[in-house]
């Protein structure tokens, strides 16, 4: 089974990947001597697809598995899920020698790891990814978090997992809306470490998810590239900022069109031209390097760029955004392919690029 660490020192963990992996899952908590009870955390839809399958697999490891299902969506990772998990597992009983298995996309990810990164003060946690976005992007990393009504992932822990199990073949089942928005976090991954994996993308582009060794391909290199980033930088003091290209301009379109319009990975695509195109106007990167980029985006299948949205209520969240300071707002630029670096900018390159975005849908 191909095999790739995260490297953090005594928290480092194996991401193991292989189509049809989940058969193996009971074995491999047998060799991580996990148990000798899990809380299964996933959600309704996923429970129906994946639910009795994975619970067989524990089950087969001797474990006492028992599920506990959240309904899907974003609204799950809230003070309210929380405080019902917590309940849950402290009604059944579940002490510290407990481990919670996370089964699903990156809400269930982020809501069942901060559960784990928290009840009785930590215990140990599994991921089993369900999205192609969990896949390459949320799984990897340690980041686990709620969100507040005061904004997204604003309550949260690094918590890293036991090992992290990626099963291609459970992304059959998933919604092409849903691949092609994890399809964005791949291309990013290309322009700010990998020209080479960008290129790869640019021509074998056309049913890269609907061949099973292409897609295979492509999830491993981008877990790949993750982890290293990961792996340099744990807490995001430095380097694994550069993972937010196109989400400063990405998240302030989600959350200006009230998370209604886009998925997070279609914002993210829009938010990576925009800030491409910054890039060129203001970075140096060169207009043939700009148009590659452009072009490939353009072939990602996402809704068309909301003609009703005004650029005022979108810079307001942009200067809301974390990285706004001094009147400057923070974006990762590129200089090239794999020269991704942060640089500061003013409002009117901003304003710029959305109308440049506004122009091009
Ligand atoms: N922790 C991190 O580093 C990190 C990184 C990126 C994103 N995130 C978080 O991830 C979340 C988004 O994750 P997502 O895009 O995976 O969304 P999601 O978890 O909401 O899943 C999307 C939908 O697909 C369904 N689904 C999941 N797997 C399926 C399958 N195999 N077949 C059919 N349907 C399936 C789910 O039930 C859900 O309705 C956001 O909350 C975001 O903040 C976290
Ligand atoms: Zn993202």
């Not at 899990?38 to 959600?43: K, N, P, Q, R, S």
């Not at 020698?97 to 069942?112: F, S």
């Not at 353009?298 to 809704?303: A, E």
Request: proline letters at 4%.
């Amino acid at each position: 089974m191909k095999t790739i660490r995260v490297e953090l020192d005594e928290r480092s963990y194996p991401i193991y990947i292989e189509a049809g992996a989940l058969e193996k899952l009971g074995q491999i908590c047998s060799e991580h001597r996990l148990g000798p009870r899990v809380a299964l955390i996933t959600d309704k839809t996923v429970e129906k697809l994946y639910g009795s399958q994975t619970l067989a697999q524990l089950r087969s490891a001797g474990v006492d598995a028992q599920l506990i299902p959240v309904p899907p969506g974003e609204s799950s990772k809230s003070l309210e899920w929380l405080d019902r998990l917590y309940t849950r597992l402290l009604w059944a009983g579940f002490d510290r020698d407990a481990t919670i298995v996370a089964l699903g996309g990156g809400v269930v990810g982020d809501l069942a790891g901060f559960v784990a990164a928290t009840y009785l003060r930590g215990v140990r946690w599994v991921q089993v990814p369900t999205t192609l976005l969990a896949q390459v992007d949320a799984a990897i990393g340690g980041k686990t978090g709620i969100n507040h009504r005061f904004g997204k992932n604003l309550i949260g822990a690094f918590h890293q997992p036991q090992f992290v199990l990626t099963d291609p073949e459970l992304l059959q089942t998933l919604p092409e809306r849903q691949r092609f928005a994890g399809l964005a976090e791949v291309i990013k991954y290309g322009l700010i470490h990998d020209e080479r994996f960008f290129t790869q993308l640019e021509t074998t582009w056309d049913g890269c998810l609907e061949d099973r060794k292409r897609s295979s391909t492509i999830i491993e290199r981008s877990i790949e590239i993750k982890s290293e980033i990961v792996s340099r930088d744990e807490r995001e003091v430095a380097s694994r900022a550069l993972l937010n290209f196109g989400h400063t301009i990405g998240h302030a379109l989600e959350a200006a069109t009230k998370y209604q319009h886009f998925l997070h990975g279609e914002a993210v695509a829009w938010g990576m031209l925009a800030e491409a195109y910054i890039s060129y106007k203001k970075q140096g990167l060169t207009a043939q390097d700009f148009e590659r980029i452009a072009a490939l985006l353009r072939r990602l299948p996402r809704p068309a760029f909301p003609p009703s949205l005004e650029m005022e209520p979108f810079l307001e969240y942009i200067h809301r955004d974390k990285k706004a300071r001094h009147k400057q707002i923070w974006l990762v630029l590129l200089q090239g392919f794999g020269k991704a670096a942060l640089s500061g900018v003013m409002e009117v390159d901003i304003r710029e690029a959305f109308e440049y975005l506004r122009a091009s849908s």
